[in-house]
């Protein structure tokens, strides 16, 4: 009997990629395609042949080309609705484009013009009907031309004030027709503009409270993102779990300091990638893993099944990665130790504020220089981890 690949991945790892990541045709600013554009049901035929995917995301217009006639729409709804069926692939989430069209050169939300807001929320409300069409129930918001190349353009307040303004707008669009969506905000700093409002995750973190739903709001990060700037994502995924906003995630990867590469997951930073990974199992994430990534331009469809499996089967392997070291005794002894007692009448008194702990604290006699001898076997127990990650261990 063949032996289960321990790898495979099956729909409830909830793995799901874009029509626009794997139909990615292979473009550059500096070439055209080098692989035939799919239809969207195409799409969903190539995900099938990959296996064990749970589910595809759409922007409106990957969907349906802005210009399509009211006869193309229902025809390519209808062949990707079959599709979606015989592959047995969900649509968890839907986005709109609102950075593609020359319209939205300087911004959808933000732009200057009024006119152009208002026809980025009227095309926002069109797309979050198509999606719920499809089931969707997450919906996400990229704002990839919402920022400047110069600031003698845009107020900067004024422009949050009106990225405020229509998010508010659609949060009462969803609760009006009962769409029920779960809004997921994508950071990045930058591409395709110079500066992009709201650089990272944190910075929606906090928009977030100051809209009028909060409760429907948060983030989708991706890893790309946070990283192009050389911060560290783990960290900023981390404070969106804590918040209880981390709704969505975009993996993919990046080297540092180099252009908007979407590479596939694990491809580059995997030692991050394996601390994203130990991060969203042990604190049990059960939302969508969406792979926001294309294959290399060399790739073709062949390549591009094998980019979809690899991305899935790199967070399989990592997930391994993260049962060995939760369960290595000498890298658990090491967890416990660098983990000091929170029983010591210190920790215990500076745990919560009263008048009395604070005062008692104050009188307690520490001895700093004794804290400050204690080991903390920091080399060792990253060296493990490497050997674990290398494959040694
Ligand atoms: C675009 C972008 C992604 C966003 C997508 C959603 S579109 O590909 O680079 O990071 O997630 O709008
Ligand atoms: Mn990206
Ligand atoms: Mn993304």
């Known amino acids: 009997m063949p032996t289960r690949d321990p790898f495979a991945p099956s729909p409830d790892d909830r793995f799901t990629f874009g029509l626009w990541t794997v139909g990615n045709p292979g473009a ?42 009211d006869a193309e729409s229902k025809q390519i709804k209808k062949d990707f609705r079959a599709a979606l069926r015989r592959n047995q692939i969900k649509v968890p989430m839907a986005t709109t484009n609102l950075f593609s069209d020359p319209v939205f050169k300087d911004g959808a939300f933000t732009s200057n013009d009024a006119e152009v807001r208002a026809y980025a929320v009227q095309k926002t409300m069109k797309a979050m009907l198509l999606g719920k069409e499809f089931g969707a129930k997450t919906y996400v918001f990229w704002g990839g031309r919402e920022g400047t190349e110069s600031d003698a353009t845009k107020d900067p307040v004024v422009a949050v004030q009106r990225f405020r303004e229509a998010i508010n707008y659609l949060c009462a669009f969803s609760r009006s027709e009962k769409l029920n969506y779960k809004f997921a905000f994508e950071a990045k700093p930058n591409e395709p503009r110079g500066h992009m409002y709201m650089a990272t995750t944190g910075n929606y973190l906090a928009f977030i409270e100051t809209l009028d739903h909060p409760e429907m709001c948060g983030v989708n990060p991706e890893f790309a993102h946070e990283t192009m700037a050389g911060l560290n994502f783990v960290h900023h995924v981390a404070q969106a779990l804590d918040a209880g906003k981390l709704f969505h995630i975009d993996l993919n990867d990046q080297e540092i300091g180099r252009y908007d590469q979407d590479f596939r997951f694990g491809s580059v930073n995997y030692k991050a990638a394996f601390f994203l990974c130990k991060l969203l199992t042990d604190y049990n994430y059960r939302g969508m893993k969406h792979f926001d990534s ?59 504020f009263t008048k009395t702990n604070a005062k008692q604290l104050m009188a307690l006699p520490i001895d700093k220089d004794k804290l400050a001898a204690r080991k903390l076997p920091y080399e060792t127990l990253d060296q493990l981890t490497m050997e674990l990650l290398l494959g040694v261990r």
């Not at 080098?34 to 990957?62: C, K, M, S």
């Not at 331009?297 to 993260?322: C, H, N, P, T, Y």
Request: charged share 30%; proline share 5%; hydrophobic share 40%.
């Open 294 to 352: 294309h294959a290399y331009r060399q790739a073709d469809r062949g390549e591009v099944k094998a980019f979809a499996a690899g991305s899935m089967r790199s967070w399989k392997i990592l997930e391994d990665k993260v049962a060995r070291f939760n369960r290595d005794r000498t890298i658990q002894k090491l967890v416990r130790q660098i983990n000091r007692s929170e029983k010591a009448a210190a920790a215990k008194l500076a745990k919560r």
């Open 28 to 69: 550059d600013p500096f070439g055209g395609p080098t692989r035939p554009r799919y239809t969207p049901a195409q799409i969903v035929d190539l995900l099938g042949e990959v296996g064990g995917v749970y589910g595809v995301n759409f922007h409106d217009n990957d969907l349906i080309p802005i210009d399509a006639t």
